[in-house]
C-alpha cells in the first residue's frame, strides 16, 4: 500500500507542476504592476524555477529595468509572494520546521514528510528573511477572544542563548575569568484565569498564553511587554496580576509598565532565599530546619514582617561579620514584603508562582536555542525566537494565513 501512495503522490504532483505552469502563464492573468513605468525597460519571459508544495515549478515573467536608477522589479513575483527561488507555502513549512528543531534536522523532515528538498542553509536564510514579517504580524492583530476576563497575569524572566564570541565582546560573565558564554534573552509570558477548580486552586485558561521574546534591554523590553498585554486585551481585565523573581530589572519593568498591577513574588524564589538565611544564621543542621519549617509556615500566613524582626534579631546576637551576606538576605525579604502576602493571595484564588515563565525559558527559549554546541548570532537567534514565540504561542497559523492571504479561495467562494 505504501508503494501505491507514494506513486499516487509522484503522479498527483506532477499534475500539480504542470498546472501551476500553466495557470500563471495564462494571458489573462491580471498582475499588478505588470507594465513598464517611466524609464524602464522590460524584459518579457524571463525564465525562473520555483519550488513549490508539488516540487519545483518554472516561471515566465516580465522583468523591468530602469538604468537610470539601476534598479529592476519582477510583478509577477511580487504577486505570488515568493521567497527568492520558493513558494510562500513551502517557506511556511520550512520555518515551521526550523522553529522546531535545527537547520539539518529541519531539511531531513521536510524531505521525509514533504518530498521537499531545502538544504539546511537556505532554510536559515529563509528564517532569516520572513522572521522580521512574522514578527510584524505578532504585534499587530488584536485578540478578539470574547468573554468576561476576570484576571489577567503578566510574567517576565530571562535565561542565557550561548552566543559567538563575536556577539561577546566586552560584556560581562559569570565565567572564572569574567567573561560570557552567553546573553541575556528576555522572555514575557501573559495568560488569563476565568475560574478555580473545586479546592478553590486557580486554573489557567486554555491555551490563553502568548509569548514575546528579546534581546533588547529591559527598558524596551518592558515597552514590548506592554504592547503584547494590551493587544491581550489586559486593559479590560478585573485584576491584573505581575508574577517574577527578585531580579531588579523586573520589578522595575512592572513598575514603569503595570502600576495598577498586583505584584507577587514567586514562592519557590521566596521559600529559595529563606532556605539560604536560615542556614546563613542558624549553619546546617536540625535547628536550620526547623527554623525554616517555622518561618515558611509564617511567610505562607502573611506574616512576612515577622520572618524578618525574627531574622534581624539573630542577625545582631551574632555580631559583625567579615562578609555580611546574611544582611542581604534579609534586606530582600524587606524590599519585597509587600509582595509576599501569599494567604492573601490563595484566598483570592490567584497564581502566586511564576512557572509559566519559567517553563517558557525551557520550553519557548531551551529546547531550539539551547541545545548542545549551539553558538549563535544575534541576529539568527533573534528570527528563531520569533518563529517560537508564534508557534508556543498557538499563533502560528494564524499569523501565517494573513501573511501570505491564504484563505482568499475560501473568502472568494464563500461570496
Not at 478553590?200 to 518592558?222: C, K, L, M
Not at 484564588?349 to 527559549?365: N, Q
Request: charged letters at 25%; hydrophobic letters at 40%; one cysteine or more.
Amino acid at each position: 500500500m505504501e508503494a501505491i501512495e507514494l506513486g499516487l503522490r509522484a503522479a498527483l504532483f506532477k499534475d500539480a507542476r504542470r498546472l501551476v505552469e500553466q495557470l500563471y502563464s495564462l494571458p489573462q492573468l491580471s498582475i499588478p504592476g505588470d507594465a513598464s513605468r517611466p524609464g524602464e525597460k522590460c524584459h518579457p519571459g524571463r525564465r525562473k524555477e520555483v519550488l513549490t508544495l508539488f516540487g519545483r515549478v518554472a516561471l515566465r515573467r516580465n522583468y523591468y529595468f530602469n538604468p537610470q536608477t539601476g534598479r529592476g522589479r519582477v510583478p509577477l513575483d511580487a504577486a505570488l509572494g515568493l521567497v527568492n527561488s520558493f513558494s510562500p507555502a513551502v517557506v511556511r513549512l520550512a520555518d515551521r520546521a526550523a522553529a522546531r528543531e535545527g537547520y539539518e534536522a529541519a531539511s531531513q523532515d521536510l524531505r521525509a514528510l514533504a518530498a521537499l528538498e531545502v538544504e539546511p542553509r537556505q532554510i536559515q536564510r529563509l528564517v532569516g528573511l520572513s522572521a522580521p514579517a512574522v514578527q510584524k504580524q505578532l504585534e499587530q492583530a488584536a485578540d478578539t477572544r470574547p468573554g468576561p476576563l476576570p484576571v489577567a497575569y503578566v510574567e517576565a524572566d530571562g535565561t542565557g542563548v550561548p552566543m559567538r564570541p563575536e556577539e561577546l565582546a566586552g560584556r560581562p560573565g559569570k565565567q572564572a575569568d569574567g567573561t560570557a558564554k552567553t546573553r541575556e534573552v528576555k522572555l514575557g509570558a501573559i495568560f488569563t484565569q476565568t475560574r478555580t477548580d473545586e479546592a478553590g486552586q486557580p486554573v489557567r485558561d486554555y491555551q490563553s498564553t502568548t509569548y514575546v521574546a528579546s534581546f533588547e534591554n529591559a527598558e524596551d523590553f518592558g515597552g514590548r511587554l506592554r504592547r503584547e498585554a494590551s493587544r491581550r486585551g489586559v486593559g479590560r481585565a478585573q485584576k491584573v496580576v505581575f508574577l517574577g523573581d527578585a531580579a531588579a530589572w523586573i520589578w522595575e519593568l512592572a513598575r514603569v509598565n503595570f502600576p495598577l498591577a498586583i505584584c507577587i513574588v514567586d514562592l519557590a524564589h521566596a521559600l529559595g532565599h529563606l532556605h539560604q538565611l536560615c542556614e546563613g544564621l542558624y549553619g546546617a543542621g536540625a535547628q536550620a530546619k526547623r527554623r525554616e519549617a517555622t518561618w515558611e509556615a509564617m511567610l505562607r500566613n502573611d506574616q512576612v514582617q515577622d520572618v524578618i524582626a525574627a531574622a534581624a534579631r539573630r542577625h545582631q546576637q551574632l555580631g559583625p561579620l567579615p562578609d555580611d551576606a546574611l544582611a542581604k538576605q534579609i534586606a530582600y525579604f524587606q524590599n519585597h514584603k509587600d509582595k509576599m502576602l501569599y494567604r492573601t493571595y490563595r484566598e483570592q484564588g490567584l497564581f502566586y508562582g511564576s512557572g509559566v515563565v519559567e517553563g517558557g525559558c525551557r520550553a519557548v527559549i531551551g529546547q531550539r536555542l539551547k541545545e548542545s554546541g549551539m553558538r549563535w548570532g544575534l541576529p539568527g537567534a533573534t528570527n528563531v525566537a520569533v518563529l517560537r514565540c508564534a508557534l508556543m504561542s498557538n499563533r502560528w497559523d494564524e499569523c501565517w494565513d494573513r501573511l501570505h492571504n491564504s484563505n482568499y479561495l475560501s473568502v472568494a467562494k464563500a461570496t
